[in-house]
C-alpha cells in the first residue's frame, strides 16, 4: 500500500509514522508514506495556500487550487488508481469496519484541511470519500489522518505479528473485546477470574466469549442490535 498526505504542517507526523508498529510496517515495506507540504504547490510568493471566504464571514478557507495541484502531481507518481479522502467533521464516520475496507486498496491520499475548512470545490470535484473521525471538531486534519493512517496500517496482512490478534478485537462481529489480564495472577487482593489459569481451552473460549457478550451489553448495546 501507498498513502500520500496532504498538510500544511508535515513536522506533525514523525511522531506517529516513525514509531512501533508503523514504523516497523514501511521497514517491512507493508506500506510506503510520504508527507507532501501544500505550501510547494502555492503559485503564490509567500506560498499562501489560504483566502478570505466568499459572501464574508470569519477565518479563512483552503484553496482549492494548490490540493487539486497536490493530488494530480502525486497522482503522476504511480500507475493506477488512488482513493482520495477529504478529512472533514462533516464526512462520513469512521469505523473499523471502514477502516478493513481501505485497508485492501493499493493508493490512498489524504487531504488534511485548516482553517475554516477547505474550498467546497475539493469536496465535490476531486475528493472520492469524506471521513470524519468523531463528532467534534479539531483545528486541522493531521491528527485524523494519523489516526486513518493507524487503523488501517495494522490491518495490512503481515503488519501485526500475530494475526489472530486481529481476529478477536473489539469490534470484529459486532462485540468488544473480552477482559485481559496478564501476570501475575494475583496483584494486590485481586487474583484473575481462575478459569484463565486452568489450562482447559475450550472453557477459557467459552469464557471469553460470553465475557465479550456481557460487556458489549453494558456498554454498547447498539452494536449488539447490529448482529440482529
Ligand atoms: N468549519 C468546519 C466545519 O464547521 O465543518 C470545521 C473546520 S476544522 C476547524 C479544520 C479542519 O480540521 C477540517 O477541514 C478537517 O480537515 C479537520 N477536522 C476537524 N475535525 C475533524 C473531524 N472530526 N474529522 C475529520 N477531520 C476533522
Known amino acids: ?10 513536522n506533525m507526523f514523525s511522531a506517529v509514522l516513525d514509531e512501533s508498529i508503523i514504523k516497523r510496517a514501511q521497514q517491512k515495506d507493508k506500506v510506503a508514506i510520504f508527507i507532501h507540504d501544500l505550501r510547494c504547490y502555492s503559485l503564490d510568493k509567500h506560498h499562501k495556500v489560504d483566502d478570505r471566504p466568499f459572501g464574508g464571514g470569519s477565518g ?3 484553496q482549492a487550487g494548490p490540493i487539486f495541484r497536490a493530488v494530480q502531481a502525486i497522482k503522476r507518481k504511480f500507475k493506477g488508481r ?3 479522502i477529504l478529512l472533514s467533521p462533516q464526512g462520513k464516520s469512521f469505523t473499523q469496519s471502514y477502516a478493513k475496507k481501505l485497508s485492501k486498496c493499493s493508493n490512498l491520499i489524504f487531504i488534511c484541511g ?3 475548512g477547505v474550498d467546497e470545490r475539493v469536496r465535490q470535484y476531486l475528493a472520492d470519500e469524506e471521513i470524519s473521525i468523531g463528532d467534534y471538531v479539531l483545528t486541522g486534519g493531521e ?8 487503523s488501517i496500517v495494522r490491518l495490512i496482512p503481515g503488519v501485526l505479528g500475530d494475526k489472530n ?5 473489539s469490534f470484529e462481529g459486532n462485540l468488544l473485546e473480552y477482559p485481559q489480564y496478564s ?11 481462575e478459569i484463565l489459569v486452568s489450562g482447559a481451552h475450550d472453557k477459557i473460549s467459552a469464557w471469553r466469549k460470553s465475557e465479550a ?3 458489549t451489553r453494558q456498554r454498547r448495546p447498539d452494536l449488539l442490535k447490529k448482529i440482529g
Open 143 to 150: 491528527l485524523p489522518a494519523m489516526v486513518l493512517v493507524d
Open 183 to 193: 501476570r501475575p495472577a494475583k496483584f494486590r487482593r485481586w487474583s484473575v477470574p
Open 60 to 62: 479563512m478557507v483552503m
Open 82 to 84: 488512488a482513493k482520495v
Open 114 to 116: 485548516h482553517y475554516e
Open 1 to 10: 500500500m501507498r498513502i500520500d498526505i496532504i498538510t500544511i504542517f508535515p
Open 165 to 169: 490478534s486481529l481476529n478477536f478485537e
Open 213 to 215: 457478550f456481557k460487556r
